[in-house]
């Protein structure tokens, strides 16, 4: 479901399970996408960085599912709608065609947007589970934040020092 229709919010609780209910599915989609954007990269690190990464997102849904267990609920996932299009928009740059260093360039991109949306969903989770008293789920995803902004600087890194330098090439 869209956040942008007639949920209603009863409380700050229903809120937040519904955060955690989109970073469900959004995480389980990516699971979905990582191997294909690992089979499309040309570089051995980027490789490395999109592998490492889906060991994590596997780590991430499980952490979600410990979540849901604290707070007594079943994990289900809303429809996370703005996942659904950044990864259309990956399956995209997965299935282009032409210079190999660009094409990297290209996933690294759509895999950075990916990422953001994914750090600011994990920021707003912490800071409503935080608020509702919620420590434990708190601490779950402060510890699945680290990784998602550890993963965007990876992702830079790669970008800076090598892709985009062979790309101009």
């Known amino acids: 479901m869209s956040i942008f229709t007639m949920e209603e919010f009863r409380s700050l609780d229903d809120l937040f399970l519904y955060q955690i209910e989109d970073l469900f599915d959004a995480e389980n989609r990516i699971l979905k996408v990582l191997p294909k954007m690992i089979d499309a990269a040309s570089t051995p690190e980027l490789k490395q960085a999109f592998d ?64 953001h949306y994914e750090i600011a969903g994990y920021g707003t989770a912490r800071s409503l589970a935080l608020h509702l008293g919620h420590t434990d789920a708190a601490r779950l995803l402060q510890t699945t934040l680290e990784e998602e902004l550890r993963a965007d600087r990876t992702l830079t890194g790669i970008a800076e020092t090598e892709i985009n330098a062979r790309a101009l090439i």
């Open 52 to 115: 490492q990464h889906l060991t994590e997102t596997d780590e991430h849904v499980g952490r979600l599912r410990a979540t849901f267990t604290q707070l007594d609920r079943k994990p289900e996932g809303e429809t996370c709608e703005a996942m659904k299009g950044l990864l259309r928009e990956a399956e995209g740059m997965i299935e282009a065609r032409g210079d190999a260093a660009v094409k990297d360039a290209a996933l690294i991109a759509a895999a950075q947007r990916i990422e």
